[in-house]
Structure formats: C-alpha cells, structure tokens
C-alpha cells in the first residue's frame, strides 16, 4: 500500500466518481484504476463499488475510509511542518467550536494569533460536542474547544481546562415572562437548545433536573448566530453564557431572565488527540486561544 494509492481512493470518495478524481489530481483514469486495484489487492478486499451513477464505497472501504483520512490529513500535517522548519511556508490550524462559545472567544482568539503569525491559514468548524469530536479523532481538526460537566468522562483525548462558565437564562429586551422566576413558570415558553430533543443536552438536563420534560414547542437550532436572530426577534428563550450579553453585536438586542434557580456550571475545555501532538503553530493557537479564554470568563 502506498500514500498515493490513499490520495487516489479519497479523491474518488469525494468526487463521487473516477473520472472526476483523475481529473482533480492530474493523472489518467486507467492510470488511477490500477492505482485503486492494486490498493484493494493490497487490502485484500473490495472497497470500492463502481456502478452506472459512479462510484460507491463497501462496508468495507467505509470502515477503510476513516483510516485513510486519518493517515492523509497526518502526512499534510508532517508535510507542513517540515515546509515551515525549512522555512518554505507556514502550517495551518483548524479548530472546531462549540456553538455557545465560538462567537464569545473566537475574535480575541485570532487577533491575539494574527498579531504574531498573520500567514497562517485558519479554518473554524462550528457544532457541539458530539459532531467536533468525531472530526477531531478522524484528523481533520487540530483541536476542539468545547463545554463539559466535571463528571463527564473523556476517552482518547487530552483537554486543557480552561475557565468555568455559568449559563443563564435568556430573551430579547422587555421579554414579557422576564420577571418569571422559576424554570417551572417558564416550561410552556418558546425555547431554543443546541442539540436535538432525546440527546440529553443542557436545557434537556436542566428541564429534567427538575422533574419537567423539555416543551413540546423547544426549537433545535445549532448555530450561533440563527439562535442570537431568533431570540431577538421573538418571544423565544434559550441557555446562554452571561458574558454574551456584553458583547457589542448582543447589547441593547437581549438581557437576562433572572432566575431563582441556578443554571449549570460548565468548564471551557480545549481538546486535542492523545496519539498525535500538536504541530509549532496549533500549540501556538491553543496557547492564543486559553488566553483569551481566560481573559474573557475573567477565571484563570
């Protein structure tokens, strides 16, 4: 088996087609067929299944899929930073973002890293826990800032605590229910939460921490700036940080719905693959990113 053969097998499964791979990495497509051939020889296995609408993947070659991802994106990762010690051209960091948090950490984060490294490529992923992580094991992400209870278990990864968060209760200015004081008078409100309904999420937990099931009306909505439109634009609430109400594009459009209850507690955690070290310039980002942090929350 050879890394090429791994290029050309990924660039089938996401062109959809051998024609197109040939085509995306300039070379033949007999050329790339027996490059495929001699790969599934290698594996001693079908992983490919070519058909009349194109190119589908086995059980096996799904399950073949993962490594292969996690080997290329490995390769660049080395590729990258041996470019940057011989000074050819700098790495790149991609990061996954909770939704909660990404908006609230994120801008001081790249100011703080641009003012030293302005060359590097950035990409930022944003979802919940559950879509980052998978992403971060399979290698396409550097890392992943995400929230945790205390007691939540971490396998395979390596998480920097951070800062603890306490989320809060919130609505536009003027929230008719806003001077309601228990969760229990404001179960029958319109609600927003970041994962969807069975996933035990925090407003799933909190809801049934007090013996409520989530309203039937709770809306799933995972991104940021959708839920921020929402909740000034309606009656809707939904679980937030507190320091979001500071923020300048927040201020003046949502306010808090003081409650006697108190909401959870989480940790800003920033994770990273136990196997694999970061590169020179992700552990320059990670080192960015739990300054702001820190900064931020205002708890070291």
């Known amino acids: 088996m050879q890394l090429q053969q791994i290029k050309g097998f990924l660039a089938v499964v996401d062109s959809g087609s051998i024609r197109?791979?040939?085509?995306?990495?300039?070379?033949?497509?007999?050329?790339?067929?027996?490059?495929?051939?001699?790969?599934?020889?290698?594996?001693d296995t079908q992983l490919l299944e070519r058909g009349a609408r194109g190119v589908t993947l086995t059980?096996?070659?799904?399950?073949?899929?993962a490594r292969a991802r996690t080997v290329n994106q490995e390769l660049k990762r080395a590729e990258d930073e041996l470019a940057e010690l011989a000074g050819r051209r700098?790495?790149?960091?991609?990061?996954?973002?909770?939704?909660?948090?990404?908006a609230l950490l994120m801008p001081g984060t790249l100011l703080r890293f641009k003012a030293k490294r302005p060359e590097v490529p950035i990409r930022i992923v944003e979802g919940t826990q559950e879509s980052l992580l998978p992403m971060l094991r399979e290698g396409s992400l550097d890392l992943a800032a995400c929230l945790r209870s205390d007691n939540e278990p971490v396998t395979g990864f390596v998480?920097?605590?951070?800062?603890?968060?306490?989320?809060?209760?919130?609505?536009?200015?003027?929230?008719?229910?806003?001077?309601?004081?228990t969760l229990r008078g404001l179960h029958q409100a319109q609600w927003l939460m970041i994962r969807p309904r069975g996933g035990m999420g925090?407003?799933?937990?909190?809801?049934?921490?007090?013996?409520?099931?989530?309203p039937a009306s709770a809306v799933h909505c995972g991104t940021h700036g959708i839920q921020l439109a929402l909740l000034a634009g309606?009656?809707?609430?939904?679980?937030?940080?507190?320091?979001?109400?500071?923020?300048p594009f927040v201020r003046g459009l949502l306010q808090e719905v003081a409650s006697d209850e108190?909401?959870?507690?989480?940790t800003t955690g920033l994770y990273r693959?136990?196997?694999?070290?970061?590169?020179?310039?992700?552990?320059?980002?990670?080192?960015?990113?739990a300054t702001t942090t820190r900064e931020v929350l205002r708890m070291a």
């Open 59 to 65: 059980h096996a070659g799904k399950i073949f899929l």
């Open 159 to 181: 998480v920097k605590p951070l800062a603890k968060l306490r989320l809060v209760v919130v609505g536009r200015k003027g929230h008719p229910l806003r001077h309601v004081r």
């Open 234 to 247: 309606s009656d809707a609430l939904a679980l937030m940080p507190r320091q979001m109400l500071d923020q």
């Open 20 to 43: 197109g791979a040939a085509r995306q990495l300039g070379v033949s497509q007999p050329g790339l067929t027996k490059s495929l051939r001699l790969l599934e020889k290698a594996m």
């Open 273 to 289: 693959r136990a196997d694999v070290p970061l590169t020179a310039v992700a552990t320059q980002f990670a080192s960015a990113f």
């Open 202 to 214: 925090l407003l799933e937990q909190v809801f049934a921490q007090r013996g409520l099931t989530i």
């Open 90 to 102: 700098s790495g790149s960091v991609a990061i996954g973002v909770a939704s909660m948090i990404g």
């Open 262 to 266: 108190p909401m959870p507690l989480l």
